[in-house]
């Protein structure tokens, strides 16, 4: 949903090259910007955005004309939120998420991240990042 009077054919654009020209797509997103909103989400339990739901996050053009990932509604983390969630919305549960949940199978703003092999290096090492420096607790 577009938040302007205009943009459509911006975003269309960028849709375009995601979708079809995978080579070219870190000139129109910012992918480690991207990558890190999807880690996050993931590492935290934030089932109400793009690893449960399709939603909750705005993409924000910059003076570099590439369009960034912003999150959006954080404040369902945790597991808090289970709609659409197939397993039990347990603490258990919640702690032992797959890296690759994501319940839309066809949700390319994942499914062609994860396809990427560095890419999904990069997300693995970004998820790795958010736990070792915000929730494990070192003794």
Known sequence: ELESDYGYEDIRNMLDTFNNYPASVEEVLNIDRHIW??????????????????????????MNNRFNHIIWDVNLCFGTFLNGVGTPGTLA???????????????????????????KNMYFAHIRTIMEENITTHH
């Open 37 to 62: 909103a999807l880690s996050y989400d993931n590492a935290l339990a934030n089932l109400d955005a793009p690893v449960n739901i399709a939603h909750n996050y705005y993409l924000y053009k910059d």
């Open 93 to 119: 549960g919640m702690q032992q998420l797959s890296p690759y949940y994501h319940n839309l199978s066809v949700f390319q703003i994942i499914e062609k991240v994860l396809a990427n092999p560095t890419y």
